[in-house]
T-cell receptor, first 111, second 112 residues
Framework: QQPVQSPQAVILREGEDAVINCSSSKALYSVHWYRQKHGEAPVFLMILLKGGEQKGHEKISASFNEKKQQSSLYLTASQLSYSGTYFCGTFLMDSNYQLIWGAGTKLIIKP | EAQVTQNPRYLITVTGKKLTVTCSQNMNHEYMSWYRQDPGLGLRQIYYSMNVEVTDKGDVPEGYKVSRKEKRNFPLILESPSPNQTSLYFC???????????FGPGTRLTVT
């Protein structure tokens, strides 16, 4: 039931782009994205609702493919501040009010 | 300042000694939740609460108890802690179940 995130880790140079995927085997109602820096609490980035809407947050955007039950997080022209672990959380169509989290993708940005 | 607070931030205890981790939010949120975070496993929900006096089990509730007597507080109780409960614990709150969650700073618990 846990969504699968890929890749598990990625190392980039500052200015490069990255894509993080979150896939579910079950029908999704929404996908939530959070970023957690080392030693800190997760911080909300965005929510994507069923309907395939693409959202953006500065140079970080995301899409939701309903047919594939997959969401992708796009980080363009990455900055050092983007380093951290990115988690997706999924609400299922038959959810009992639980957000189910992926295992996370660790992103390391080097100068 | 809108925030979720947790206490203590760090706790080292021994097997079997009852403990409580407090969680409080000042945003009048209906929904509150407890998670544990272990390396490689992400966040796993322990218990959640839709409102006062309404609580339900998450994915890993064994060995934990919660209560929600007031809207702002959602304590996590370990009646008889064991070493496999050594983890990083986060409390979170939100207006409802499907919207942005605000996390507390975390409590690092070590059970020896």
């Amino acid at each position: 039931q846990q969504p699968v995130q890929s890749p598990q880790a990625v190392i980039l140079r500052e200015g490069e782009d990255a894509v993080i995927n979150c896939s579910s085997s079950k029908a999704l109602y929404s996908v939530h994205w959070y970023r957690q820096k080392h030693g800190e609490a997760p911080v909300f980035l965005m929510i994507l609702l069923k309907g395939g809407e693409q959202k953006g947050h500065e140079k970080i955007s995301a899409s939701f493919n309903e047919k594939k039950q997959q969401s992708s997080l796009y980080l363009t022209a990455s900055q050092l501040s983007y380093s951290g672990t990115y988690f997706c959380g999924t609400f299922l169509m038959d959810s009992n009010y639980q957000l189910i989290w992926g295992a996370g993708t660790k992103l390391i940005i080097k100068p | 300042e809108a925030q979720v607070t947790q206490n203590p931030r760090y706790l080292i205890t021994v097997t079997g000694k009852k403990l409580t981790v407090t969680c409080s939010q000042n945003m009048n949120h209906e929904y509150m939740s407890w998670y544990r975070q272990d390396p490689g496993l992400g966040l796993r929900q322990i218990y959640y609460s839709m409102n006062v006096e309404v609580t339900d089990k998450g994915d890993v509730p064994e060995g934990y108890k919660v209560s929600r007597k007031e809207k702002r507080n959602f304590p996590l109780i370990l009646e008889s802690p064991s070493p496999n409960q050594t983890s990083l614990y986060f409390c979170a709150s939100s207006l409802s179940s499907g919207v942005e969650q605000y996390f507390g700073p975390g409590t690092r618990l070590t059970v020896t």
